[in-house]
């Protein structure tokens, strides 16, 4: 299983909740919550987490109209 939006096969398309606007990917959320996780190791593309059976990689987003930060579920690829 791989991130398509860790391995650009696929953009990152999301709306905000609070505004409805287009939002931006910001990278793994597994690299927002540690001091040092950016320069952690990790293997390309891996999906880092199970939720209800399916493999998912949790993306962080901003709003680029209201700035509002949420998280967005990407669901894996079978390779």
């Known amino acids: 299983m791989i991130c398509p939006v860790c391995n650009a ?11 409805g606007s287009a939002a ?16 952690e190791p990790t293997l390309p593309g891996t999906v880092t987490m199970v939720v209800d059976n399916d493999t998912v990689c949790r993306h962080a987003a901003r709003c680029v ?9 990407v669901t894996g690829w079978h390779i």
């Open 24 to 39: 931006e990917d910001e990278g793994r959320w597994s690299d927002w919550v540690g001091p040092y996780s950016p320069y």
């Open 65 to 73: 109209q209201c700035d509002f930060p949420f998280t967005v579920e």
């Open 9 to 19: 096969l696929s953009l990152l398309e999301v709306s905000c909740a609070i505004c």
